[in-house]
């Protein structure tokens, strides 16, 4: 018990809404966080389904078959529908007679054995850019978090002088390495954008090229999830006759996990949906701000007086310092501390530039 309790508090300090400290975007959350949570909690119950009850098949007459067997053969080999044009006049979708039209196609049936699994991989993708910022921003953001938050509760005159002292220390980092912890972050944004492309390939792939318009036909009233999740199918069982003969029995059987399968799945498009949005308009953002100087000015709220005192006609603040100032403006509850700071930094690099004339 003890233990499942540590697992649900890990949990709850995961997800909860605000950290220690952020090194990244607010949307990002909805990838790292939304997306992984909700593909999760569909993995863990997609398997908890399809282990109490996978599959459920009739007794064929005369059937010498145990129904154990029968189940696992079914479960375990692909089962089938027939799709053609009257697959909807049998008393399930696609449980029809093969022979009854040339135009009939057998459609297997095998996907929901690695609904589970294929879950668990989408949710973990999910978390693979986090985790490479993480490794890549090595704890700067957290760093300098930390040394401004000792100031929030110091004397006037301490504070004055660490504001310095840090403005100073920021500035002598080299202008290479500030690009090369933007660059970075713009290839991890990237790479949210990717992973989702990425995950509705591979998902469209898993149910035979139907994801990607799934839901807009179920929003037109067409038969898709029937087509796609079938909740009967057909199962070809083999037996020896007396002589040696091979003896062929069609059994039907039903798939009642498809009723979890095909909500997930619609609930995952939109996921799928949400989380490319998402990524779409942080590149757009990161990209934007990266070659906009006055909008990085705007966003770190950099006094008008220094930009008209900026007569060098090189930018106040680079892309990497932008960057990591931007995650300690959102990470600051005294936002006075964070102007004193900006304030002073801007002075010295304008000084620094009066110099270099």
Not at 229 to 245: I, N, Q, R, T
Not at 281 to 299: F, K, P
Request: glycine share 4%; proline share 3%.
């Amino acid at each position: 018990m003890t233990r499942i309790d540590g697992a649900l508090i890990s949990a709850v300090k995961y997800f909860r809404p605000k950290s220690n400290h952020s090194e990244d975007l607010l949307l990002s959350s909805i990838h790292y966080k939304v997306a992984f949570g909700i593909i999760l909690a569909c993995a863990i119950l997609t398997g908890l389904t399809s282990w109490y009850s996978p599959i459920e098949c009739t007794r064929p007459s005369g059937s010498v078959f145990d129904m154990s067997y029968v189940r696992q053969k079914c479960y375990a080999y692909s089962s089938y529908i027939i799709e053609g044009p009257h697959a909807d006049e049998g008393i399930f979708h696609g449980i029809i007679n093969r022979a009854s039209n040339e135009k009939n196609s057998y459609v297997y049936v095998n996907y929901y054995q690695w609904v589970t699994l294929c879950l668990v991989i989408q949710a973990a993708s999910f978390q693979v850019p986090r985790v490479l910022w993480k490794a890549l921003e090595g704890g700067r953001t957290r760093k300098l978090v930390e040394q401004f938050r000792e100031l929030e509760a110091a004397t006037n005159n301490v504070r004055v002088e660490r504001i310095i002292l840090l403005a100073q220390r920021l500035q002598s980092r080299r202008q290479n390495e500030t690009t090369r912890y933007f660059y970075m972050f713009l290839i991890c944004q990237a790479f949210y954008f990717f992973n989702v492309i990425i995950q509705f390939s591979l998902t469209q792939n898993f149910l035979n090229g139907q994801f990607i318009s799934l839901v807009p036909k179920w929003l037109k009233g067409m038969p898709v999830l029937n087509i796609v999740f079938p909740k009967a199918v057909k199962c070809d069982l083999e037996s020896y006759g007396s002589g040696g003969s091979t003896e062929h029995q069609n059994v039907i059987c039903i798939l009642a996990i498809n009723v979890l399968n095909e909500k997930i799945y619609i609930l995952l498009w939109v996921v799928f949906m949400l989380a490319l949005v998402t990524a779409i308009l942080q590149l757009v953002y990161v990209t934007v701000m990266a070659t906009s100087e006055n909008l990085r000015n705007n966003d770190l709220e950099i006094p008008e007086e220094f930009r008209k005192g900026n007569t060098s006609g090189r930018p106040l603040v680079t892309q990497g310092e932008w960057l990591l100032l931007r995650f300690l403006k959102s990470n600051l509850d005294d936002s006075r501390l964070f102007e004193n700071f900006i304030s002073e930094f801007i002075k010295n690099r304008i000084h620094r530039y009066v110099n270099q004339i």
